[in-house]
């Protein structure tokens, strides 16, 4: 008798070789057919003889009713295809659950922020708290955003029951911001100031050119992000705004200014990263592109952001209005030092999301629009222009020049108008859509990249790349 090793398992042979070849098949068919095999050895010491260890909790039972993707009514939610389960046995738990109570946003006073809900979220109100029928809610809802209409106070609402009226006095608001001051440049630029409930001003630009007006709001009172050739951004961050003190700023700028310029395009530029108020921001676009009320087109509605990727992801599946991305840079260590963002969110996972959610079709109308501040001898050589070509490579979009707006304590140098008129032909020339942004109302400090007041506190100054030092030093400090 021999003996051999088989996969760590000890065989006895039989001397014999012509028992030899039936011995081996039986063997191997013993060791790998699946029903034959014998279990793994655990690679554990323990004796067998101890009992396993469960290594999976019991899964508690849910019922219908707690399932956070289905809802009492037995279809499930947020699912992308709209599958409705075949009806089920009657549960007492999934038939008698009622919905959680709505609860509406309130102020500091209790009362309810009209222009912090969605139409639906004012029906239930309207229903569910103040016991009127819920189409009420959509004459409170036209009151407010209808462009003939703006209402102010509940008494301009001269369709609405007397009663109804007086509820709405009662219980509810329909202001939040406070208008502070209007500035209007030589060029026509207007600034807004708004105050806001607990203290703060905040900035809004209107914009007249050619053929429209364009609404620049704000997002965010100051900004976390810190970009540095952004007076917003050495202004650092107060807070987020909400729902309604960003939709009031195309309301108040439309009744200030809607009989001489009608407001065709409105752009979230102002002060803010809108990625990192991305709930308030969409919502506030649904307000003002919603069909009953401002009816402003989606197409006409950009919203700006930095680069955040999972916030791309979101608002690319959830709105229908325009995304603009602020590159500023070709590379990575450039545009940390400019953004410092990037850290986060670096160059090619940025385009690669880009890519991804915004495949190029046939007839694709919807495009990103890269937007590039251009600062003298940082990103303005024809090797950028070169570079931006190559990294913009497979995504849908156009390419807005931006001419850079000077600020106190600021440490760039704008190009010059020849350096961008000749970066602009170059990526032209290469068949890609490219506009110059030409500065709008800087002698007021309203342009791009101008708005907020710096205040003793500012965020600290990036590190200069060597390579860049030479660029900014003859004009500010390098760090
Ligand atoms: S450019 Fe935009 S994101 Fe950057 S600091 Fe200014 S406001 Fe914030």
């Given at each position: 008798?021999?003996?051999?090793?088989?996969?760590?398992?000890?065989?006895?042979?039989?001397?014999?070789?012509?028992?030899?070849?039936?011995?081996?098949?039986?063997?191997?068919?013993?060791?790998?057919?699946?029903?034959?095999?014998?279990?793994?050895?655990?690679?554990?010491?323990?004796?067998?003889?101890?009992?396993?260890?469960?290594?999976?909790?019991?899964?508690?039972?849910?019922?219908?009713?707690?399932?956070?993707?289905?809802?009492?009514?037995?279809?499930?939610?947020?699912?992308?295809?709209?599958?409705?389960?075949?009806?089920?046995?009657?549960?007492?738990?999934?038939?008698?659950?009622?919905?959680?109570?709505?609860?509406?946003?309130?102020?500091?006073?209790?009362?309810?922020?009209?222009?912090?809900?969605?139409?639906?979220?004012?029906?239930?109100?309207?229903?569910?708290?103040?016991?009127?029928?819920?189409?009420?809610?959509?004459?409170?809802?036209?009151?407010?955003?209808k462009p003939e209409r703006l209402a102010i106070s509940f008494d301009e609402m001269s369709d609405l029951s007397k009663?109804?009226?007086?509820?709405?006095?009662?219980?509810?608001?329909?202001?939040?911001?406070?208008?502070?001051?209007?500035?209007?440049?030589?060029?026509?630029?207007?600034?807004?100031?708004?105050?806001?409930?607990?203290?703060?001003?905040?900035?809004?630009?209107?914009?007249?050119?050619?053929?429209?007006?364009?609404?620049?709001?704000?997002?965010?009172?100051?900004?976390?992000?810190?970009?540095?050739?952004?007076?917003?951004?050495?202004?650092?961050?107060?807070?987020?705004?909400?729902?309604?003190?960003?939709?009031?700023?195309?309301?108040?700028?439309?009744?200030?200014?809607?009989?001489?310029?009608?407001?065709?395009?409105?752009?979230?530029?102002?002060?803010?990263?809108?990625?990192?108020?991305?709930?308030?921001?969409?919502?506030?676009?649904?307000?003002?592109?919603?069909?009953?009320?401002?009816?402003?087109?989606?197409?006409?509605?950009?919203?700006?952001?930095?680069?955040?990727?999972?916030?791309?992801?979101?608002?690319?599946?959830?709105?229908?209005?325009?995304?603009?991305?602020?590159?500023?840079?070709?590379?990575?260590?450039?545009?940390?030092?400019?953004?410092?963002?990037?850290?986060?969110?670096?160059?090619?996972?940025?385009?690669?999301?880009?890519?991804?959610?915004?495949?190029r079709r046939r007839g694709q109308q919807r495009k990103v629009m890269f937007q590039y501040v251009m600062l003298k001898?940082?990103?303005?050589?024809?090797?950028?222009?070169?570079?931006?070509?190559?990294?913009?490579?497979?995504?849908?979009?156009?390419?807005?020049?931006?001419?850079?707006?000077?600020?106190?304590?600021?440490?760039?140098?704008?190009?010059?108008?020849?350096?961008?008129?000749?970066?602009?032909?170059?990526?032209?020339?290469?068949?890609?859509?490219?506009?110059?942004?030409?500065?709008?109302?800087?002698?007021?400090?309203?342009?791009?990249?101008?708005?907020?007041?710096?205040?003793?506190?500012?965020?600290?100054?990036?590190?200069?790349?060597?390579?860049?030092?030479?660029?900014?030093?003859?004009?500010?400090?390098?760090?």
């Amino acid at each position: 008798m021999n003996v051999i090793f088989m996969k760590g398992a000890s065989l006895l042979l039989p001397k014999r070789p012509s028992n030899m070849l039936a011995f081996l098949t039986a063997s191997h068919a013993l060791l790998y057919k699946p029903s034959r095999r014998p279990p793994a050895v655990p690679l554990t010491t323990a004796p067998r003889s101890v009992p396993k260890m469960q290594t999976t909790k019991a899964t508690p039972k849910r019922t219908l009713s707690t399932h956070p993707k289905i809802k009492p009514d037995g279809t499930i939610h947020h699912l992308k295809a709209n599958i409705t389960p075949s009806p089920q046995p009657s549960h007492p738990q999934a038939t008698t659950h009622p919905p959680p109570p709505f609860e509406p946003p309130l102020d500091k006073h209790g009362k309810v922020m009209l222009k912090d809900m969605t139409l639906p979220e004012m029906e239930r109100w309207v229903e569910e708290i103040l016991g009127q029928k819920r189409f009420r809610a959509r004459q409170l809802w036209q009151w407010l955003y209808k462009p003939e209409r703006l209402a102010i106070s509940f008494d301009e609402m001269s369709d609405l029951s007397k009663s109804f009226r007086l509820l709405l006095k009662e219980h509810a608001r329909i202001t939040v911001l406070g208008l502070n001051s209007i500035h209007q440049s030589k060029d026509g630029t207007r600034k807004l100031t708004f105050r806001l409930d607990a203290g703060g001003v905040i900035e809004t630009v209107l914009i007249p050119a050619e053929g429209r007006t364009t609404l620049c709001v704000s997002s965010q009172w100051g900004c976390a992000l810190n970009c540095q050739f952004c007076l917003t951004g050495r202004t650092g961050f107060k807070r987020s705004l909400t729902t309604g003190e960003i939709v009031e700023q195309l309301v108040h700028s439309m009744r200030l200014f809607g009989d001489q310029s009608q407001i065709t395009n409105v752009v979230f530029m102002g002060e803010g990263e809108p990625a990192h108020n991305l709930d308030n921001v969409l919502r506030a676009v649904d307000a003002m592109t919603h069909e009953q009320g401002l009816q402003m087109s989606p197409r006409k509605v950009t919203v700006s952001t930095s680069g955040l990727i999972p916030e791309i992801r979101r608002f690319a599946e959830e709105s229908k209005a325009n995304l603009a991305v602020s590159l500023h840079a070709t590379n990575d260590e450039l545009r940390s030092w400019l953004m410092p963002i990037n850290r986060k969110y670096g160059l090619q996972p940025l385009m690669q999301t880009l890519r991804e959610v915004f495949p190029r079709r046939r007839g694709q109308q919807r495009k990103v629009m890269f937007q590039y501040v251009m600062l003298k001898d940082v990103n303005d050589s024809l090797e950028d222009a070169k570079q931006l070509l190559r990294l913009t490579a497979g995504v849908p979009c156009k390419i807005n020049l931006i001419q850079f707006n000077w600020h106190e304590g600021s440490e760039f140098e704008g190009s010059s108008e020849e350096t961008m008129e000749s970066f602009q032909r170059y990526l032209s020339g290469k068949g890609m859509t490219v506009t110059i942004r030409r500065s709008r109302g800087d002698d007021e400090m309203m342009a791009c990249g101008q708005l907020g007041t710096l205040g003793a506190l500012q965020p600290p100054r990036m590190k200069v790349p060597p390579r860049y030092a030479q660029a900014v030093s003859r004009t500010g400090s390098t760090a």
